[in-house]
């Protein structure tokens, strides 16, 4: 069963910010269930698109998140909740890094997407899978991951590492998606791999060959 999901972001003082401009800023919000309550010892990460920022939390025992940071470029906020919750992860793209700003997540359940990346047979440690949702046209190609509405994109996919076997899991929300593996670790390997899977139920991909 996956719950009804909504996720919004609003800016805070942006007037005050102009008109006094400062060295740092926040972004910060909550992560709520169905029932609007908060959901605590959630990591979540922000990262600059295009620059070096990189700052991880968990959120405290009312949901809340908050990071001080530089005025930046743009900005992606992530959730990875622990498998055990069964919710699924969250990828805010765009953020605005040079404004405090607040977003408030409603989180989904979802499935467990599990699997291993391997080269000649031995696991593969520390590369990275990436899943997003994809949609096709009337004539079946795939529509381009941007464009799609922003609710699908924010509860659609996530990104893991995979672990010393190679081994990954992942909690994703139903539909069609894409999975990649991107590697920037091993010069003689395959640098990315894709493919394309339905998720309806827990579902392991079996070994990704790079």
């Known amino acids: 069963m ?10 805070s ?22 029932k609007g309550e908060g959901v605590a010892n959630i990591p979540v ?3 600059e698109e295009k ?27 992530e959730v990875l909740p622990p498998v055990k919750t069964s919710y699924a992860s969250a990828v805010v793209d765009e953020v605005p890094g040079d404004q ?8 989904h359940l979802g499935h467990l997407i599990s699997g291993r990346v391997a080269h000649d047979g031995k ?18 190609s ?8 922003k609710a699908v994109r924010i509860h659609g996919g996530g990104t893991t590492t995979t672990a010393r076997d190679g081994a990954f899991t992942l909690v994703i929300t139903p539909g069609l998606k894409q999975l990649t593996v991107i590697n920037n670790k091993y010069p003689k390997f395959e640098k990315k791999v894709q493919h394309s899977l339905t998720v309806r139920e827990n579902l392991n991909v079996g070994v990704l060959h790079l």
């Open 45 to 47: 990460y922000l990262w």
């Open 2 to 11: 996956v719950c009804q999901v909504s996720a919004f972001s609003w800016p």
């Open 142 to 149: 795939q529509i381009d991951y941007t464009s799609l509405e």
């Open 100 to 107: 405090n700003h607040k977003l408030l997540v409603e989180m």
């Open 51 to 77: 620059g070096p920022l990189s700052l991880a939390a968990k959120t405290g025992a009312d949901g809340k998140f908050d990071f001080e940071h530089p005025i930046c470029g743009a900005l992606t906020l």
């Open 123 to 140: 696991g593969v440690k520390g590369v990275v899978v990436r899943i997003r949702p994809i949609e096709l046209d009337k004539h079946g």
């Open 13 to 34: 003082s942006s007037a005050a910010i102009a008109a006094q401009p400062q060295a740092s800023v926040r972004t910060s919000g909550r992560l709520i269930n169905l």
